[in-house]
């Protein structure tokens, strides 16, 4: 699964028009451990008039939507049958855990597959409404158009599926981008959706970087793009956007908050939990909780429970059954983390465990690094460093601790810990984010809307908040019988 002569344009292999070829390297070894074509200009215009032609011919987007979530279905069971393939090959080219992999990478796709599989008998495709003139109001909601889904390299199966199997659902036809750094599983889905009985052109895996993802951006035969990666990129998104009221949905960065109120009680489970909030990936989570807010007159306990498991993180091989924490990315983003901590020392932090490279002689590692004394003003406090780097900061009880937590551009997600989860919700009640979790770091349901506020994002995934992404309602207005 690992190395692809060709393109799949409309779940049909395709030679790439480019020429081109990503090579995959693994950011534990720095070897290529795969490779796909990268499309050029010609694929994608090849791609969107394929995916036009599924759209306007159908027949994927009148079929009965019961069958197309059935489908969806199918494939989380092929898919399923894969999970050992899977997690390894995208712990080869992501870096994380395989362990991790299993679950956070693998399990969460097939959980959206699972989810969408009932959606297609529950989500509300046509639905009557009294009309206030007397008759009645059909509302339809009708397939968005051809969708672009623009997929970021640290979670690679997780966000195309999140992308594609509402869009599926809805009707539409895809073209899926894969990012050039973890291209491999966006094949094994279109394969295995085809293997399930998708019909012909509604599915394409498109390679490439950011030039291949502008050009589909801004393509006339695009309708929908379904974005997740950083805020930089969403932002141009946008702007593009804007210039043809495109639609769009982003999913951006964050820099989340874990709250610990006062009546925490600091058991081990409640520690690893944080530790995995903010470090699970290397840090390189979407949702990571790296601003740890904790009671005053409780910190030192805390940073000294939380330097402990830190510390105790085992940084190595992603095959190895018992790594907790694989490599960064690449060696770019590693010398960025690198620079965060620096200048975070500089204006003051102290590390408390961590800060350096792990004794290994190849592979972009680094220490999990734990951060104290931070200006809550500095860029280390407000800014998403995507590695294993988190801040513990001192507030002064709970109207203090979600003062500082909305005191940021961002608003994906975060967690209040607590032992009266009646308070504990009161809190995350307040916290401007899209999701926010009690006691547990896990601030996502599958079955429930997520997405960012301010500058995490536009619109929401998962659950039928997410189908709503990918339709546009029509109402019908029915005159009364005669
Ligand atoms: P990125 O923004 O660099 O790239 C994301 C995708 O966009 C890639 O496929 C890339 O090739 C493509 N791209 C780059 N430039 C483009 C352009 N000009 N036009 C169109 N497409 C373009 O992000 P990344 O480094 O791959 O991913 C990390 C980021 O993703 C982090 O900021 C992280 O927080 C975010 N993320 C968000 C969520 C969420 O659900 N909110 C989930 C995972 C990751």
């Not at 969708?147 to 809805?170: E, G, R, Y």
């Not at 200006?375 to 294993?388: C, K, L, N, Q, Y």
């Amino acid at each position: 699964m690992r190395f692809h002569d060709e393109l799949l344009i409309g779940g049909r292999p395709r030679r790439a028009a480019s020429g081109r070829t990503i090579e995959v390297r693994s950011p534990a070894t720095e070897d290529i451990v795969g490779s796909v074509p990268e499309a050029g200009t010609d694929d994608i215009d090849a791609a969107v008039r394929v995916a036009r032609g599924a759209l306007e011919r159908g027949p994927w987007p009148r079929t009965d939507p019961g069958e197309r979530g059935e489908l969806l279905g199918r494939v989380g069971k092929l898919l399923a049958g894969r999970t050992d393939e899977l997690a390894a090959t995208i712990s080869e080219e992501v870096g994380s855990p395989r362990r991790w992999a299993r679950g956070g990478q693998v399990g969460t796709a097939l959980g959206v597959l699972a989810v969408h599989r009932r959606l297609g008998a529950s989500y509300p495709f046509v639905e009557t409404r009294a009309a206030l003139t007397g008759g009645e109001v059909r509302i339809r909601r009708h397939p968005v158009g051809v969708v672009a889904a623009i997929a970021p390299w640290n979670a690679p199966l997780f966000t195309a599926v999140l992308k594609v199997a509402p869009a599926l659902l809805a009707g539409c036809p895809v073209i899926l981008k894969p990012s050039p750094e973890a291209p491999l599983s966006a094949f094994a889905l279109a394969e295995t959706a085809a293997e399930a009985g998708l019909p012909d052109g509604v599915l394409t895996v498109l390679p490439g970087g950011a030039q291949v993802g502008d050009h589909l951006v801004g393509h006339p035969g695009v309708d929908k793009i379904g974005f997740t990666g950083s805020t930089v990129v969403g932002t141009r998104i946008a702007q593009r956007c804007g210039q043809d009221l495109r639609r769009c949905t982003l999913e951006l960065g964050g820099k989340s908050a874990a709250v610990l109120l006062d009546d925490v009680v600091l058991t081990d489970e409640i520690v690893d939990a944080l530790v995995d909030g903010a470090m699970a990936n290397s840090g390189q989570v979407c949702i990571a909780q790296t601003r740890i807010l904790v009671p005053r007159a409780r910190q030192a306990e805390v940073v000294e429970a939380l330097a402990a498991a830190v510390g105790a993180l085992r940084v190595g091989d992603p095959q190895a059954d018992d790594t907790d924490l694989g490599p960064l990315i690449s060696a770019a983003a590693r010398e960025q983390v690198e620079a965060a901590i620096i200048e975070a020392r500089s204006g003051g932090a102290r590390v408390v465990t961590g800060g350096g490279r792990p004794d290994l002689a190849v592979g972009h590692y680094l220490e999990p690094t734990l951060l104290t004394d931070v200006d809550p003003d500095s860029p280390i406090a407000r800014e998403e460093v995507f590695g294993p780097v988190a801040v513990v900061l001192p507030h002064d009880g709970d109207d203090d601790a979600v003062r500082m937590a909305n005191d940021s551009p961002y608003g994906l997600a975060g967690s209040v810990w607590t032992s009266d989860t009646v308070r504990g919700e009161e809190v995350a009640s307040r916290i401007v984010a899209g999701s926010v979790a009690i006691n547990s770091s896990a601030a996502m349901d599958l079955g429930s809307p997520f997405g960012g506020r301010r500058r995490s994002g536009l619109g929401r995934e998962c659950g039928p908040e997410g189908v709503d992404a990918y339709v546009e309602p029509q109402s019908i207005v029915v005159p009364p019988a005669a």
